[in-house]
C-alpha cells in the first residue's frame, strides 16, 4: 500500500505561487495515481491536479490546468503540485492522495486509499 505525506503551503498574496510536496512510499507506489485535492469547510474534496507515478501523464481540472502544474521528481518518491497566479478563491486545505485503482479524470475521492493529513493555503486579495 502507498503512504504520503504532504509539505509546503502557507499563506500568499494574489497573484503569487507556490509549491505542495507529497513524499510517496510503499511498496506500490511505482504504479500509483497521485492525486491534489482540496477542501473548503462545508464543501466536498475537489479534485485538482494528479498524475500516474508509472507513466507521468497527467490530469488536471479546467479551473488549475492554466496556473497549476504537478509533477514528479526522477526517483518518482515525491509529487509536487505549484501553484502559479494564485487567487483568492484557491483558498482551501490541500490533500495529497494516492490510489491504484484511479480513473483520475473522474476525480473520484473514494478512489484513493490513502490521504496525507492536509496543508492549508491562504491567499488573500
Known amino acids: 500500500q502507498v503512504q504520503v505525506v504532504e509539505s509546503g503551503g502557507g499563506s500568499v498574496q494574489a497573484g503569487g505561487s507556490l509549491r505542495l510536496s507529497c513524499a510517496v512510499s510503499?511498496?506500490?507506489?511505482?504504479?500509483?495515481?497521485v492525486g491534489w485535492f482540496r477542501q473548503t469547510p462545508g464543501k466536498e474534496r475537489e479534485g485538482v491536479a494528479a498524475?500516474?507515478?508509472?507513466?507521468?501523464?497527467?490530469n488536471y481540472r479546467a479551473s488549475a490546468k492554466d496556473r497549476f502544474t504537478i509533477s514528479q521528481d526522477n526517483d518518482k518518491t515525491t509529487v509536487y503540485l505549484d501553484m502559479n497566479e494564485l487567487k483568492p478563491e484557491d483558498t482551501a486545505t490541500y490533500y495529497c492522495?494516492?490510489?491504484?485503482?484511479?480513473?483520475?479524470?473522474?476525480?473520484?475521492?473514494?478512489?484513493?486509499?490513502?490521504w496525507g493529513q492536509g496543508t492549508q493555503v491562504t491567499v488573500s486579495s
Open positions: 492522495g494516492a490510489g491504484e485503482r484511479v480513473v483520475a479524470w473522474e476525480w473520484r475521492p473514494y478512489e484513493y486509499n490513502t
Open positions: 510503499g511498496t506500490t507506489y511505482k504504479r500509483a495515481c
Open positions: 498524475i500516474y507515478t508509472g507513466a507521468g501523464s497527467t
